[in-house]
């Protein structure tokens, strides 16, 4: 679906079709993150069963979503599948936090299963690790899939470039935060956990010089979104000499009222209710428009969520 915000028109369109909106001089951005098996089964001492969904990878103490949590005691240890031992310690930010014996690298090369979707009712299968990727991920780190990325192949993208358009990178090791549901009765009073990002040299260099000509800049998903107005006030200071790799944390939370200012053009799939991704998308089309062009799409029967549909905003 292609949004017009400035006629305030709906577009039904294939995907494909996303190449002819592409001029020379133009910038597309994805996040390169890739998903980790970030999902380990095990069980107590009593036998009940016991399922941890990593948050974040590190080591040796990392967080996670642990269930069921509140039966939990801390120094506990759960026994894995692959046989390895995690301790359950306090509390964290949003989870709690599991202490590991050996790198969690190779636990969870031997242990880990692919954190699917709730709505998708199996176990993951080995061909999950790919298939729950985009075809461009290469920095391991996510939890969950940048899923407005896996729409495009890598033919797709070289249609892209051979518009004239640029294509470069950014990071966001997705996790709990992105999809967190907001449960605040204010949105403005939600809180986002904390992600990390890059944001290499190369790809602020390429969005300074797409705006100096006059080229617009297409972010993949929210993710690539939230990166880049992160960091916009690097990004138009236009200083050489402060041009390096840019690396950190990001608890940006974008919603209506937000003013973008890298960002001239989203492409997004179509997101669940009282979801923060929701609320930016509300933000960068406004909030009637948004709803208009989900009714259009109920009413299409376009795919919701994941592995689902997307929308140009333009």
Same mark, same amino acid.
């Given at each position: ?19 002819? $909106? ?14 980790? +098996?970030? %999902?380990?089964?095990? @069980?107590? =001492?009593?036998?009940? =069963? ?16 642990? %269930? ?8 506990? @240890? ?17 989870? %709690? ?20 979707? +709730? $709505? ?13 990727? !985009?075809? $461009? ?15 495009? !192949? ?14 470069? $990178? ?12 907001? =449960? ?6 939600? =809180? ?17 010089? !797409? ?35 840019? %690396? ?7 919603? +209506? ?10 492409? !997004?799939?179509?997101?669940?209710? @009282? ?40």
């Amino acid at each position: 679906m292609v949004l017009d915000r400035l006629a305030r028109k709906v577009f039904d369109k294939g995907f494909e079709d996303i190449v002819g $909106y592409f001029k020379k001089g133009d910038l597309l951005i994805l996040n390169n993150t890739r998903v980790i +098996p970030a %999902r380990l089964f095990g @069980k107590r =001492k009593s036998g009940g =069963k016991v399922e941890i969904f990593l948050i974040e990878k590190k080591d040796p103490v990392s967080e996670a979503l642990v %269930r069921p949590s509140g039966r939990l005691k801390e120094g506990e @240890k759960i026994l894995l599948e692959s046989g390895d031992e995690v301790e359950v310690l306090g509390r964290g930010e949003v989870g %709690r936090l599991v202490k590991f014996a050996r790198p969690i690298e190779d636990i969870l090369k031997n242990a880990g299963h692919i954190p699917l979707p +709730p $709505y998708i009712e199996r176990r993951d299968e080995s061909s999950d690790r790919d298939m729950y990727q !985009t075809v $461009y991920g290469t920095k391991e780190g996510a939890t969950a899939s940048p899923t407005a990325g896996l729409h495009f !192949t890598k033919e797709l993208l070289n249609r892209v470039r051979g518009q004239g358009a640029g294509v470069k $990178y950014v990071t966001l090791h997705t996790n709990y935060g992105t999809f967190a549901p907001v =449960k605040t009765d204010e949105v403005e009073s939600h =809180k986002m956990h904390r992600e990390y990002f890059e944001l290499p040299a190369e790809t602020i260099e390429a969005i300074r010089e !797409t705006k100096s000509s006059g080229g617009k800049v297409f972010a993949v998903g929210t993710t690539s979104t939230r990166v880049l107005e992160h960091c916009s006030n690097l990004i138009t200071m236009n200083d050489k000499r402060l041009t390096m790799n840019e %690396r950190g944390v990001t608890d940006m939370y974008i919603y +209506p009222g937000y003013e973008f200012k890298i960002v001239d053009h989203l492409i !997004t799939n179509f997101h669940m209710p @009282k979801s923060t991704l929701m609320i930016l998308a509300s933000a960068f089309v406004g909030c009637e428009f948004i709803k208009e062009a989900y009714r259009h799409a109920v009413a299409e029967k376009y795919r919701f969520f994941s592995y689902g549909d997307a929308m140009l905003i333009l």
